[in-house]
C-alpha cells in the first residue's frame, strides 16, 4: 500500500511506562464489529485458547456455524500442538505469526498464516485476536513494498487487514498535518494513491478555502486543547484529485504512539446520501407544488394565471432553463405545428423564441403563436424544434425526453442539451403539451420521480382547462336558463294582461245577462250563466296563478332569518275565514328560524295548509305541522286526516296544471298551487315530498336550510 502509521524514530528514547507501551485499549465488542466490519477471515479468543467470537468468513472456511465455534478450543482447529498465547499476554507489544494448518469440520487441511494480537480493554482483561490468511504461499524472503509497510505498520497486520478492507478511508495525521498513513479507499474516494499522499501535507485533500481554518484549528488544539469541530461525526468537503469537491462525513480522533500524538481521521462519501437528500427535497417541492396546483385547478376562474404558475413552478423545481405551456389550436384532429399556440412560459424563453425566429424567421413574435415557416430561400417550411417535439408528445400519448440531437432542426439553440414533453389531456382529445429545456442536464439524468412531476402537472393542467371549460359551459346554460325565465315572466305577464280584459268582459256581461234577463230563463239556463262565469274566474285564477309561478325565481327578496311560527301565525290570520267556514282544528307545535325569503314562505305554508283543509273530508279538517332537524336542514310536515292521495297521483301533483285525483265530490283547485310551492322549495336549496294512506291522511315535508349560527331556533 505504500505507507503505515509512524515509526519510532531509532534513537529517540524509550521511557514509556509499561502500560504505555501495551496495545491500546479497544473494546472486545469493537474488534468483533470490526473484524465483521472489514469482511476479514479472524476470530476472538481468550487467552487459554477459548474461541469467543469468530467472523463469517472465518465460519466460512473452518466449514463450522459461528454458534459452533463459540466456545471451542483453538488448538482443535488450528493444528499448531503449541500457541503462542500465554507470550503474546506476556508481553503484548510482541504480535506472533505463524504458518500453519486450518482443520476444517470435514476433516480436511487448509494451509494459512495466522497472525495473533493481544488487545487489553481495561484492567486485567486480555484478549488474543487472530486474523487467518488462507492459502498465503511460501515466504520467498522478498522486500516488497507491502513487506516494508508490515514491517512499518507498528500496530500490527490486524489493523492492516482492517484498514486495507474496509470501505471507509482512513489517514493518520502527525501534529504537523503531514500525512503518515492513508489507506487504499482514500484513493477511490479523493483519487489520491495512498504512497503519494504519505509524506504530504493534509492541506492537499482540503479545499483551498479551508485550509487556512483548519491550519488555524489544529495549532489551537495542540496550544489550549479546544476542538472547533465535533469530532465524533462532522461533514466537511474533500478536494479530489481532479479539483472537484467531495462531501465527506468525518470522524476524528488523536492518540499517543512513542511519546507522539497523531490524529486519525475515518471517513466516507456521503454522495450518494447528498444525492438522495437532494432528491428528497426535490419530490416534497414537487409535490408541495403539485398539491397547491391541485387546488388551483379546482378554481379555474383564470386559466391563463394558472397556465403561468404551472410554468414558474415546473421550472423550478426541475431547475431547468426553461418551461412553456403550447395549446394545439383548431381542429385536435390534425396534429400540425402550425397550430400550437404558445400560453404560457417561464424560464430562458429565449430559447424558444430563438429557436421559432430561426426556424421561421418571417414569423411576428407580437402574435403569441408558434409554428413552421419558410426559411430564406427556401419553398419548404423548416419545423421548429419546439412544435417537432409537441408534436411527436402528442402522437406518442406519453412523455417524451430528448437531447438536442434527438430531432435536429435548422435553428436549434446550441445551449440546450435536453428537453421533455408531457401532453396535456387524452389522447382523444388532447388540449396541448407541456415542455421543458435544459442547457446542462443530461437526458438520463432525469429521474423517475421528475417525469411523474411534469405528468402529475400536465394532469392537473387538464382538469383545471376541463373544469374551467365546463364551467364556461355551466355559466352559458345559466344564461339561457335566465334569459328563458325572463321571457317566461315576461309572456306569463302578457298573457295575463292580454286575457284578463276579455275575461273580465266575458264575466260581465254574463251577469248583466242573468240580471237583465234571468226571470226569462228557465233553471237550465241560469244554471249555464253560473258555469260560464265560474269558469271565467277560474281561468283568470290560474292566469294569476302563472304569473305568480314565474315570478318566484325573479322577483324573490334576499334571504334573512326568518321565524316560521310568525309565518304560521300570518297564514292563519290569512285563511281565517277558510278555517272558520271548515271548523278546522290547526296544531302547530314548536317552529325553528330558517333563512329564506319571508313572503314566499307564507305564500308556501297557505297553499300546503289550504291544500290539507280543501281535501279534509266529510269530518271537520285536523292539520299538524312539525318540525324535526335533519343536519343542517331543517324538515317541516303539513300532516291532514283527509282523503289522501293515490300512489300514482304523488308526482304529477307538483306539476303545473296537475291535479290528484280526489275524488267527485271535491272541489279541484287550479293545479298550479302544489307547483308554487315546489318551486318556493327548490328556490330555497330544500326538497318537497308527499306520503299518503288514501282515505286517512296525507303528509307534505319540505326541508328548509337552518340559520348558520346562533342561539337554538327552537324556543
Known amino acids: 500500500m505504500g505507507s503505515g502509521p509512524p515509526s519510532r524514530p531509532s534513537d529517540e528514547r524509550d521511557d514509556r511506562s509499561e502500560s504505555d507501551r501495551s496495545a491500546p485499549a479497544v473494546a472486545p465488542i469493537r474488534v468483533d464489529r470490526l473484524l465483521s466490519a472489514a469482511d476479514v477471515t479472524g476470530f476472538r479468543a481468550t487467552p487459554d485458547g477459548t474461541i469467543v467470537e469468530a467472523t463469517a468468513a472465518f465460519a466460512s472456511l473452518t466449514g463450522y456455524d459461528r454458534s459452533e465455534l463459540r466456545g471451542r478450543p483453538l488448538e482443535s482447529i488450528l493444528d499448531e500442538e503449541e500457541l503462542p498465547l500465554a507470550s503474546l499476554v506476556d508481553d503484548p507489544a510482541e504480535p506472533a505469526s505463524r504458518r500453519l494448518s486450518i482443520r476444517t469440520a470435514a476433516d480436511t487441511v487448509v494451509p494459512a498464516e495466522v497472525h495473533l494480537e493481544p488487545f487489553r480493554p481495561g484492567g486485567d482483561e486480555s484478549w488474543i485476536a487472530g486474523i487467518v490468511d488462507p492459502d498465503p504461499g511460501p515466504s520467498n524472503g522478498s522486500t516488497a513494498p507491502s513487506q516494508a509497510a508490515d514491517a512499518d505498520l507498528s500496530y500490527g497486520k490486524t489493523f492492516r487487514a482492517l484498514a486495507d478492507a474496509l470501505p471507509d478511508g482512513i489517514i493518520v495525521l502527525d501534529t504537523d498535518s503531514d500525512i503518515r498513513y492513508a489507506n487504499p479507499a482514500v484513493e477511490r474516494i479523493l483519487g489520491h494513491a495512498p504512497e503519494e499522499l504519505v509524506g504530504s501535507s493534509k492541506v492537499t485533500i482540503i479545499p483551498p478555502r479551508l485550509r487556512r481554518t483548519h491550519l488555524q484549528a489544529l495549532q489551537r488544539y495542540l496550544e489550549t486543547g479546544e476542538r472547533n469541530l465535533n469530532w465524533p461525526y462532522v461533514e466537511l468537503p474533500g478536494q479530489h484529485a481532479d479539483g472537484h469537491e467531495v462531501p465527506l462525513g468525518v470522524s476524528i480522533n488523536d492518540f499517543v504512539y512513542e511519546g507522539e500524538r497523531y490524529f486519525v481521521g475515518l471517513f466516507r462519501d456521503i454522495t450518494p446520501r447528498r444525492e438522495a437528500e437532494r432528491a428528497l427535497k426535490e419530490k416534497v417541492a414537487q409535490l408541495e407544488s403539485v398539491a397547491y396546483l391541485g387546488e388551483r385547478a379546482l378554481d379555474p376562474s383564470d386559466v391563463d394565471s394558472l397556465l403561468e404558475e404551472a410554468a414558474e413552478l415546473v421550472d423550478a423545481g426541475l431547475d431547468t432553463d426553461c418551461c412553456a405551456v403550447f395549446e394545439l389550436g383548431g381542429d385536435a384532429a390534425r396534429i400540425d405545428p402550425e397550430r400550437f399556440h404558445l400560453r404560457a412560459s417561464a424560464g430562458r424563453t429565449d430559447l424558444i423564441e430563438r429557436s421559432s425566429a430561426n426556424a421561421n424567421p418571417n414569423a411576428n413574435a407580437n402574435e403569441g403563436t408558434t409554428g413552421a415557416g419558410a426559411s430564406a430561400g427556401s419553398s419548404e417550411p423548416e419545423p421548429d424544434p419546439a412544435m417537432a417535439l409537441a408534436r411527436e408528445a402528442l402522437e406518442a400519448t406519453e412523455p417524451v425526453v430528448l437531447d438536442a440531437s434527438g430531432f435536429e432542426p435548422p435553428g436549434t439553440a446550441d445551449e440546450v442539451t435536453s428537453t421533455v414533453a408531457v401532453p396535456i389531456g387524452s389522447a382523444a382529445d388532447p388540449w396541448g403539451v407541456l415542455e421543458i429545456y435544459d442547457a446542462e442536464t443530461d437526458p438520463d439524468e432525469f429521474a423517475d420521480h421528475d417525469l411523474d412531476f411534469l405528468e402529475s402537472v400536465a394532469s392537473l393542467l387538464a382538469t ?226 308527499v306520503e299518503s294512506e288514501p282515505g286517512e291522511w296525507t303528509a307534505v315535508t319540505v326541508t328548509l336550510p337552518g340559520v348558520e349560527s346562533g342561539p337554538d331556533p327552537i324556543p
Open 464 to 689: 383545471g382547462i376541463e373544469r374551467r371549460e365546463y364551467e364556461r359551459r355551466l355559466n352559458e346554460t345559466v344564461d339561457e336558463l335566465e334569459a328563458s325565465n325572463e321571457r317566461l315572466e315576461q309572456f306569463a305577464y302578457a298573457v295575463s294582461h292580454d286575457l284578463e280584459e276579455p275575461l273580465r268582459m266575458i264575466s260581465s256581461y254574463l251577469q248583466l245577462v242573468e240580471r237583465r234577463y234571468g226571470d226569462e230563463l228557465d233553471a237550465d239556463g241560469r244554471e249555464f250563466i253560473e258555469f260560464a262565469v265560474d269558469g271565467a274566474d277560474r281561468m283568470k285564477e290560474m292566469i294569476d296563478g302563472l304569473l305568480a309561478y314565474s315570478r318566484i325565481d325573479t322577483r324573490g327578496e334576499p334571504f334573512e332569518p326568518v321565524d316560521l311560527e310568525a309565518v304560521l301565525e300570518d297564514v292563519t290570520t290569512d285563511i281565517g275565514v277558510l278555517i272558520a267556514d271548515s271548523d278546522a282544528q290547526l296544531a302547530v307545535e314548536p317552529l325553528p328560524v330558517v333563512e329564506g325569503d319571508a313572503s314566499q314562505l307564507r305564500q308556501l305554508f297557505q297553499n300546503l295548509v289550504s291544500n290539507a283543509i280543501k281535501y279534509s273530508g266529510d269530518e271537520p279538517p285536523r292539520i299538524d305541522v312539525t318540525a324535526t332537524r335533519d343536519g343542517d336542514r331543517w324538515a317541516v310536515t303539513v300532516r291532514d286526516e283527509g282523503i289522501g292521495i293515490e300512489p300514482d297521483a304523488r308526482d304529477r301533483i307538483f306539476r303545473v296544471f296537475q291535479r290528484g285525483d280526489r275524488g267527485h265530490d271535491v272541489e279541484d283547485g287550479t293545479g298550479i298551487g302544489l307547483a308554487i310551492a315546489r318551486r318556493i322549495v327548490d328556490r330555497h336549496g330544500g326538497e318537497i315530498s
